[in-house]
């Protein structure tokens, strides 16, 4: 609670530090807008409906990149983990792939899927992917020994093992992947848009660049941090509901 | 016949490199059915490995292991395995652990959960059933390992140094509890430890091994049922300073 207290004050401190700045200082509201305008430019953007299509718009696109990468990422690192041939052969791979800068690759995604959003959907994805195959190929490969060889005894099959063994045990790794992916999916559809949108959030601040409307960029800047904050909880409440059966406790 | 028989098994294990070395050396062994066996030794003289070999867990490069006159291939139905750790699964309630062999293989019905509540009661976990299994203490996820090695009656359990890990007293009375479940079902027991008390205390013979062979071979003539007391009888002792001399074996 008291936590909580010190932490509200901070930002109450840092808001109106920042009115009195702008105000004080004489910078131009091109360089840093007061406060005030920018909720302002942000209320009257509420209001009016103008924000909404936007903030829908980026929030079904780092959806649908979320949902399609951490899918076949965790499908990859399922066959990937239970298949040491495959493995072998891929890695290489996976390792040029992961260190490839995945938005270096947004321009030659427009030249094949187009501007909007199929090309922000797929750099999304590609985004989402990585966390997601390296953490549910990490969490099935280190499973305790011991209990591998208790379903060996109980004559599981593999795929018993997999999906009543190596899953569940591995689900606290492949969530903090997940919760890597969440945030990233953000990143990747914002900055997607910079790119390849005509809509949406990142479109909205490469247009008020455009037209020199700083407050419009802060404004849009709010409404991004806010909508990143409201998956990432959802995302933390996901994880305790789905990990509620793993209570923390010592195992001996 | 013997119920489980062991002749001149050798297992070799290979590092990384290739590098053969030799864990289990021409081991012969047997166990009558219904027997209590301790198999003694220092920390790396090749025990676990040998009672993975009897679990079917490790295959041998030469002998052979029959349990009830049948070569063993696969681990299998008939026999229970308790490792050292619980190794109980953190997301499923005690009961869901300890019927896990079953729902491996159907799902269980009415007959398996009475067997499950007279098994917690045998294990003295009645009505923890609900309760996660890493919200019990050490003694108690033990005793649920125990009881899940148990659930398809095998005739015959292997145990790797189940209380190892637990403080002196929770480890004698689940020592207490162990004899009482041997007593009760007839089972043919191979305990894998390195506490010499333990293994005198609960064993009809035990076995003392060091760098993979068999070194000594002891009856133990005390009396069953035993009860704690017999730990500070004289003859109990002496049992227990004839095994430590056999493992004072020069390195």
Redesign the interface.
Same mark, same amino acid.
């Given at each position: 609670m008291k936590h909580k207290l010190i932490s509200a004050a901070l930002f109450a401190a840092f808001l109106i530090s920042w009115e009195v700045f702008s105000r004080v200082s004489g910078f131009s509201e091109l360089v840093l807008p007061s406060l005030s305008a920018v909720l302002a430019t942000l209320w009257s953007g509420l209001t009016t409906g103008y924000l909404w299509p936007h903030i829908w718009l980026t929030g079904v696109e780092m959806l649908l990149g979320l949902a399609t990468g951490c899918a076949i990422g965790f499908v990859c690192g399922v066959v990937l983990g239970e298949s040491v041939f495959l493995r072998r052969i891929l890695y290489p791979y996976i390792i040029a792939s992961q260190v490839i800068p995945k938005l270096a690759l947004a321009p030659l995604f427009i030249v094949w899927f187009g501007f909007g959003m199929t090309s922000i959907v797929v750099i999304t994805a590609l985004i989402c992917f990585f966390p997601l195959l390296e953490n549910t190929l990490t969490a099935i490969q280190h499973i305790?020994p011991? *209990?591998r %060889?208790?379903? !060996?005894?109980?004559?599981?099959t593999r795929m018993?093992t997999l999906l !009543?063994?190596k899953i569940?045990?591995g689900?606290p790794v492949i969530m903090a992947g997940f919760r890597v992916a969440v945030v990233l999916s953000l990143v990747g559809a914002v900055v997607g848009e910079f790119i390849g949108g005509r809509d949406g959030l990142g479109a909205m601040i490469i247009a008020s660049q455009g037209m020199m409307d700083s407050p419009l960029m802060f404004a849009v800047l709010i409404v991004i941090t806010v909508l990143g904050m409201i998956f990432f909880q959802a995302t933390i409440w996901f994880e305790r509901w789905l990990l509620r *059966?793993?209570?923390?406790?010592? %195992?001996? | 016949m013997d119920f489980v028989s062991l002749q001149k098994v050798t297992h070799t294990y290979r590092d990384a490199n290739g590098k053969p070395e030799l864990i289990v050396d021409g081991f012969d062994w047997a166990i009558g059915e219904g027997e209590f066996h301790c198999l003694v030794g220092r920390s790396g003289c090749g025990k676990t490995t040998l009672l $993975?070999l009897v679990?079917g867990?490790l295959q041998p490069d030469s002998g052979s292991i029959a349990l009830q006159g049948q070569p063993l291939r696969? &681990?299998?139905?008939q026999?229970g395995?308790v490792? /050292?750790? &619980?190794?109980l699964?953190?997301? +499923?309630t005690v009961a869901e652990n300890i019927l +896990? &062999?079953i729902s491996? $293989?159907r799902k269980p019905g009415p007959a398996d959960h009475e067997k499950l509540e007279s098994l917690l009661a045998l294990v003295g976990l009645s009505g923890l059933a609900d309760r996660?299994a890493? /919200?019990l203490s050490?003694g108690q /996820?033990s005793r649920v390992a125990i009881a899940r090695a148990l659930i398809l009656e095998p005739p015959v359990l292997l145990l790797d140094e189940p209380f190892a890990?637990l403080d002196a007293i929770t480890r004698e009375e689940l020592q207490d509890d162990l004899l009482k479940l041997f007593r009760s079902r007839n089972t043919t027991v191979l305990f894998v430890t390195h506490d010499i008390r333990e293994a005198v205390y609960l064993a009809d013979r035990v076995a003392v091994m060091d760098r993979g062979q068999l070194i000594r071979d002891l009856t133990i003539p005390l009396p069953r049922p035993r009860d704690g007391e017999i730990r500070y009888s004289q003859g109990f002792n002496d049992l227990c300073a004839d095994v430590r001399h056999a493992m004072d074996v020069p390195a």
């Open positions: 305790d011991q *209990k %060889e208790l379903f !060996r005894m109980l004559g599981a018993q !009543r063994l569940p045990a689900l *059966k793993h209570v923390t406790g010592t %195992e001996q | $993975k679990a867990l696969d &681990p299998g139905e026999v395995f490792f /050292q750790r &619980p190794t699964l953190e997301w +499923l +896990l &062999p491996l $293989k996660n890493t /919200q050490g /996820q890990a």
